[in-house]
Nanobody, 114 residues
């Protein structure tokens, strides 16, 4: 059974940093692209970042501030978030697409105050 468990969310001031973690189990982790999404109150869930075996890509709104990484041995994916802004406030979700089906974690709340 696919399981994704996010952690690391917190409340920080604008300009601060956080590191989110996602622990994965139940599938061949190293073979899959991993993604981070986020959903702000009253808004649709949006793409944040993706990592393949070696390539990363980011939403324009976070490029240069966020860094996605993975540890295949530990089956974990990370999101380092620097220079946080109030508009980064959202629930952040880890995601994997397996056989055309999306799998999501429960999310972790990030709140950035000005």
């Amino acid at each position: 059974q696919v399981q994704l468990v996010e952690s690391g969310g917190d409340s920080v001031r604008s300009g601060g940093s956080l590191r989110l973690s996602c622990a994965a189990s139940g599938f061949g982790f190293s073979n899959y692209y991993m993604r981070w999404y986020r959903q702000a109150p009253g808004k649709e869930r949006e793409f944040v970042a993706i990592i393949t075996s070696r390539i990363t890509n980011y939403a324009d709104s976070v490029r240069g501030r966020f860094t996605i990484s993975r540890d295949n041995a530990k089956k974990m994916v990370f999101l380092q978030m620097n220079n946080l802004r109030p508009d980064d406030t959202a629930v952040y979700y880890c995601n994997v697409l397996i056989d055309a089906r999306d799998h999501w974690g429960q999310g972790t709340q990030v709140t950035v105050s000005s």
